[in-house]
């Protein structure tokens, strides 16, 4: 009985900023590794990425140097931090274990990134 619930998104001018954030339920959450993927108009869900048990992190390499991702056990939460935003980042943004697991998929949150 997992389930994650993602918040934070909106419209936010090119270069601008967001702070994205996925409250997980159920006791997998510490155990396993996360991602955030993005699914943006036409295109397939990607990977955008992800962060293990012990803090290790990775990135696609569009997001690389813009983007943090970071995880708060106690909480129960994984973040990402989105910096120097592009209209390319437009996308429902998700988060789910890393491997994805199909049956975890939330509703996403949007991020638009216009001017």
């Known amino acids: 009985q997992v389930q994650f619930v993602e918040s934070g998104g909106g419209l936010v001018q090119p270069g601008g900023s967001l702070r994205l954030s996925c409250a997980a339920s159920?006791?997998?959450?510490?155990?396993?590794?996360m991602g955030w993927y993005r699914q943006a108009p036409g295109k397939q869900r990607e990977l955008v990425a992800s962060i293990g048990l012990s803090g290790r992190t990775n990135y696609v390499d569009s997001v690389k140097g813009r983007f943090t991702i970071s995880r708060d056990n106690a909480k129960n939460t994984v973040y990402l931090q989105m910096n120097s935003q592009k209209p390319e980042d437009t996308a429902v943004y998700y988060c789910?274990?890393?491997?994805?697991?199909?049956?975890?998929w939330g509703q996403g949150t949007q991020v638009t990134v216009s001017s």
């Open positions: 789910n274990v890393y491997p994805s697991v199909s049956e975890f």
């Open positions: 159920g006791s997998i959450f510490s155990l396993y590794a």
